[in-house]
């Protein structure tokens, strides 16, 4: 019941229309999954780039690489104004360019494992000033075509 909660609190499925509602969805599912450096499963525990990874492999079959880095630079680069849920929000975290990522869900909060916050996947709102001043954009993961229809 609680998460269902907070699908509905957090995620306006009208403000990604356009965009795979099972990603932001079951990414905040996850909220409450522990945080463990290297993880990528919710059940032993995940690190940013492992829930990244995990959310996409699950929703939408999709591989990412590894670190948080190597997703940004398969991402498309996205103004702040082109930001939809589902899409990738990049931080500077360890004094390293795209060193923390997580989901962008709309109106400024996005979901990510969070390790020294929080140990766990967590919501946060991208205009707290710690996030603030290490946002270093968003990005875009290239959907696959449609497969044609019969």
């Not at 929000?89 to 020294?116: M, P």
Request: some cysteine.
């Amino acid at each position: 019941m609680r998460r269902l909660f907070l699908l509905t609190l957090l995620f306006s499925p009208a403000a990604a229309a356009e965009l795979p509602d099972e990603v932001p969805f079951y990414a905040v599912s996850l909220v409450g999954s522990p945080y463990k450096l290297g993880g990528d499963s919710p059940e032993t525990g995940l690190d940013c780039s492992g829930f990244v990874g995990h959310v996409f492999r699950t929703t939408l079959g999709l591989a990412l690489p590894r670190d948080s880095r190597a997703i940004s630079e398969s991402a498309r680069p996205l103004s702040d104004d082109e930001l939809r849920p589902g899409d990738l929000v990049f931080f500077n975290t360890l004094d390293r360019a795209y060193s923390h990522v997580g989901i962008y869900l709309g109106e400024r909060r996005f979901v990510h494992a969070a390790s020294s916050r929080t140990g766990s996947v967590v919501v946060s709102r991208m205009d707290e000033q710690y996030w603030q001043s290490r946002y270093e954009g968003g990005r875009r993961v290239a959907l696959p075509d449609a497969p044609p229809q019969d």
